[in-house]
């Protein structure tokens, strides 16, 4: 095989930006307006906000973080690691206490990932918890949240394990993809390698669909073995 055939498989096996060219010193007309479109679409998604109409369609009710607004979210991710006490007092008095699982979606750093994916990933989910003859709590909705919002979570409602549905940092290639971050028993002091994470879900990622079915699956394996992160493996 030459080279160029060599270029044009690795061109095909990958959507990161290889072998497109160059004019002079500078990118091909085409090659900038692309990465132009595709930065302002990463922007977009972090300043975007999630259907209100979609959160209604699954019957998730909406609570907040302590994030105040983007800005701040961005340059203070602390903040969106505590729900308002408002929040927390819904919570309170919407959830089932001490769930088998609990299931939560937020927004995160990608609106868009949520309203491309979440009516695809929740209905697939709760049907791979009912295979797994597993009992979901009171799913909600969680608006300026970053991961560790589900140890704040499982202070109040005690669940067996909790499943974060969140949007990631949005890329270059896609601005859509989103994150399950899985925990048993998240506590206060929860650490990241407590955690699980299935990442890259959408359509040309990790398939909606097969990324539900893998949750369920995890979730099992977690209250099964009492254990979730490193210690799962």
Same mark, same amino acid.
Not at 29 to 39: G, N, P, S, V, W
Not at 142 to 157: N, P, S, W, Y
């Given at each position: 095989?030459?080279?160029?055939?060599?270029?044009? #498989?690795?061109?095909?096996? =990958?959507?990161?930006?290889?072998? !497109?060219?160059? @004019?002079?010193?500078?990118? $091909?007309t085409h090659t900038?307006?692309?990465?132009?479109?595709?930065?302002?679409?990463?922007?977009?998604?972090?300043?975007?906000?999630?259907?209100?109409?979609?959160?209604?369609?699954?019957?998730?009710f909406t609570v907040?973080?302590?994030?105040?607004?983007?800005?701040?979210?961005?340059?203070?991710?602390?903040?969106?690691?505590?729900?308002?006490?408002?929040?927390?007092?819904?919570?309170?008095?919407?959830?089932?206490?001490?769930?088998?699982?609990?299931?939560?979606?937020?927004?995160?750093? #990608?609106?868009?990932?949520? =309203?491309?994916?979440?009516?695809? !990933?929740?209905? @697939?989910?709760?049907?791979? $918890?009912?295979?797994?003859?597993?009992?979901?709590?009171?799913?909600?909705?969680?608006?300026?949240?970053?991961?560790?919002?589900?140890?704040?979570i499982g202070e109040?409602?005690?669940?067996?394990?909790?499943?974060?549905?969140?949007?990631?940092?949005?890329?270059?290639?896609?601005?859509?993809?989103?994150?399950?971050?899985?925990?048993?028993?998240?506590?206060?002091?929860?650490?990241?390698?407590?955690?699980?994470?299935?990442?890259?879900?959408?359509?040309?990622?990790?398939?909606?669909?097969?990324?539900?079915?893998?949750?369920?699956?995890?979730?099992?394996?977690?209250?099964?073995?009492?254990?979730?992160?490193?210690?799962?493996?």
């Amino acid at each position: 095989m030459g080279d160029r055939e060599k270029l044009e #498989s690795l061109m095909k096996s =990958t959507p990161a930006r290889i072998g !497109v060219g160059r @004019a002079g010193v500078r990118p $091909l007309t085409h090659t900038m307006l692309q990465f132009r479109k595709d930065h302002a679409a990463a922007v977009d998604a972090v300043y975007g906000e999630v259907d209100e109409s979609i959160l209604r369609q699954l019957g998730l009710f909406t609570v907040e973080t302590c994030y105040g607004n983007k800005e701040t979210y961005l340059k203070r991710p602390d903040l969106g690691r505590i729900i308002t006490d408002e929040g927390m007092e819904v919570i309170r008095e919407r959830c089932v206490k001490q769930p088998q699982i609990q299931i939560v979606v937020s927004d995160g750093l #990608s609106a868009d990932a949520i =309203t491309a994916n979440i009516l695809d !990933v929740y209905p @697939a989910l709760l049907d791979s $918890l009912r295979v797994h003859d597993l009992n979901p709590g009171t799913s909600f909705y969680v608006k300026g949240g970053r991961v560790a919002c589900m140890d704040h979570i499982g202070e109040v409602l005690q669940p067996d394990a909790l499943v974060l549905l969140i949007g990631e940092r949005p890329g270059l290639v896609t601005a859509r993809s989103m994150s399950a971050y899985m925990c048993y028993k998240p506590r206060k002091g929860t650490i990241e390698s407590d955690r699980n994470v299935i990442s890259n879900i959408h359509p040309g990622g990790t398939p909606p669909l097969e990324a539900a079915a893998h949750i369920g699956t995890m979730l099992r394996g977690m209250l099964e073995r009492q254990t979730s992160g490193t210690n799962f493996y």
